[in-house]
T-cell receptor, first 111, second 111 residues
Framework: KQEVTQIPAALSVPEGENLVLNCSFT??????LQWFRQDPGKGLTSLLLIQSSQREQTSGRLNASLDKSSGRSTLYIAASQPGDSATYLC??????????FGTGTLLAVQP | DTAVSQTPKYLVTQMGNDKSIKCEQN?????MYWYKQDSKKFLKIMFSYNNKELIINETVPNRFSPKSPDKAHLNLHINSLELGDSAVYFCASSLGQRTQYFGPGTRLTVL
């Protein structure tokens, strides 16, 4: 059974810092991995999707990497801004077409 | 605007009642999903439909019955509501196994 864990559960950084969020999964037989952000009381916004054959994806200040064999993904946020404050969720999709979500990391960027 | 929309946004009801949540997407996607986010913010898939056919049915009480009248709609009907059903319910859609796009969520409170 696929289990997805995110570390740390919460993170507070001063504005301008670079930071890394971690995601690990127990079953490496995944189809893709997706990173989302969720603002309080809102839905999920897709940030990046990495196919199982890819090693990384970049979008603006965000860079996501995937090491399928070790069951790990990281989301790197460069030059963090207060507007980046949100909960970040990773989710893996396996052969069953289900998205299995991680526990989330609550990020606070202090101005 | 192209989007995944859900109605209602908030739903407060008494135990034992029957209620429905509606979801519509105008993205031309062929696959739709229902997720439940509990009080600990953990997201878990409930159902998935592809071209109006049920393809994922997690271990969900049979009081929950999804209905897909067409590819653009996936409604969720809940019978005999219980306190434990209180959660935020998210609808999502995708084109096959590509990026999933989420609706804004429906916060259900059972009193």
């Amino acid at each position: 059974k696929q289990e997805v864990t995110q570390i740390p559960a919460a993170l507070s950084v001063p504005e301008g810092e670079n930071l890394v969020l971690n995601c690990s999964f127990t079953d490496s037989a995944i189809y893709n991995l997706q990173w989302f952000r969720q603002d309080p009381g809102k839905g999920l916004t897709s940030l990046l999707l990495i196919q199982s054959s890819q090693r990384e994806q970049t979008s603006g200040r965000l860079n996501a990497s995937l090491d399928k064999s070790s069951g790990r993904s990281t989301l790197y946020i460069a030059a963090s801004q207060p507007g980046d404050s949100a909960t970040y969720l990773c989710a893996v999709r396996g052969a069953t077409n289900k998205l299995i979500f991680g526990t989330g990391t609550l990020l606070a960027v202090q101005p | 605007d192209t989007a995944v929309s859900q109605t209602p946004k908030y739903l407060v009801t008494q135990m034992g009642n029957d209620k429905s949540i509606k979801c519509e997407q105008n993205l031309g996607h062929d696959t739709m999903y229902w997720y439940k986010q509990d009080s600990k913010k953990f997201l878990k898939i409930m159902f998935s439909y592809n071209n109006k056919e049920l393809i994922i049915n997690e271990t969900v009480p049979n009081r929950f019955s999804p209905k897909s009248p067409d590819k653009a709609h996936l409604n969720l009907h809940i019978n005999s509501l219980e306190l434990g059903d209180s959660a935020v319910y998210f609808c999502a859609s995708s084109l096959g196994q590509r990026t999933q796009y989420f609706g804004p969520g429906t916060r259900l409170t059972v009193l």
